[in-house]
C-alpha cells in the first residue's frame, strides 16, 4: 500500500538556520498539507497546498515559512530562519482530492532547534 | 473558529471492558468529524469519519448534533486497541482538520 514518506527522520538545527523538511506525497494525490505537534500539544495545522499553490494557511505560517513542490515527486517545507519554539514534530499529508477526502500522513520529522 | 475538545488525555481499561473515548466539538457550521488512531511508533492513521457511518475494528462513533458531540465507543476493548486516539473536525466544504489534544488509551489484561 502507498504511503507518505518524509525525510530526515530527526533534524536538530541552530537557532538562526534555515531547515528544509521534505515529503514524498501519495502518487495519485493531488492535494498536500503540513502539521505540526509541539511536544504535549496538540496537531495543528500550517498550510494545505494545491495545483502548485497555497489554498489555505493558518496563522502560525508566517513569512519564515514557505511550500514547495520542485519537482513531480516532492513537497517541501522551508522554515528560513529558525527558532527555538519551532521545536516540533512536522507531519506530512497528502489527499487525492480535497474536500471530503481522506488525508494520509506520514510518518513525520522531528525537529530540534537549538 | 472551530474547536475540538477530548478531556480526557489518559482512559484506562481492562481488556473486555467497554469503551468510551469523548470528542466535543464547537463549530457554527457543518462540520465532518473524524477519528485519528496513532499506534505506538506509526503514523496517524483514520480510524473512521462521520458520514461512513461503519464500524472499523469494533469502533463506532456517532455524530450527535445536539450535544455538538463525536465519542468513540467499542463494547469490549483489547490489548491491541492501546494507542493514542485523536479526535478531528473539518469544516464542510474545507481541507484543514482541526485536532482534539488526544487520549491515551491503555487496556489492561
Known amino acids: 500500500e502507498p504511503e507518505v514518506t518524509q525525510t530526515p527522520s530527526h533534524q536538530v538545527t541552530q537557532m538562526g538556520q534555515e531547515v528544509i523538511l521534505r515529503c514524498v506525497p501519495i502518487?495519485?494525490?493531488?492535494?498536500f498539507y503540513w502539521y505540526r505537534q509541539i511536544l504535549g500539544q496538540k496537531v495543528e495545522f500550517l498550510v494545505s497546498?494545491?495545483?502548485?499553490?497555497?489554498?489555505?494557511k493558518s496563522e502560525i505560517f508566517d513569512d519564515q515559512f514557505s511550500v514547495e513542490r520542485p519537482d513531480g515527486s516532492n513537497f517541501t517545507l522551508k522554515i528560513r530562519s529558525t527558532k527555538l519554539e519551532d521545536s516540533a514534530m512536522y507531519f506530512c499529508?497528502?489527499?487525492?482530492?480535497?474536500?471530503?477526502?481522506?488525508?494520509?500522513f506520514g510518518p513525520g520529522t522531528r525537529l530540534t532547534v537549538l | 473558529a472551530q474547536r475540538v475538545t477530548q478531556p480526557e488525555k489518559l482512559l484506562s481499561v481492562f481488556k473486555g471492558a467497554p469503551v468510551e473515548l469523548k470528542c466535543n466539538y464547537s463549530?457554527?457550521?457543518?462540520?465532518?468529524l473524524f477519528w485519528y488512531v496513532q499506534y505506538s511508533r506509526q503514523r496517524l492513521q483514520l480510524l473512521l469519519r462521520h458520514i461512513s457511518r461503519e464500524s472499523i475494528k469494533g469502533f463506532t462513533a456517532d455524530l450527535n448534533k445536539g450535544e455538538t458531540s463525536f465519542h468513540l465507543k467499542k463494547p469490549f476493548a483489547q490489548e491491541e486497541d492501546s494507542a493514542m486516539y485523536y479526535c478531528a473536525l473539518r469544516p464542510g466544504g474545507g481541507n484543514k482538520l482541526t485536532f482534539g489534544t488526544g487520549t491515551q488509551l491503555k487496556v489492561e489484561l
Open positions: 497546498f494545491y495545483n502548485n499553490e497555497i489554498s489555505e
Open positions: 499529508a497528502s489527499s487525492e482530492s480535497g474536500g471530503a477526502d481522506t488525508q494520509y
Open positions: 463549530y457554527s457550521g457543518s462540520p465532518e
Open positions: 502518487s495519485n494525490h493531488l492535494y
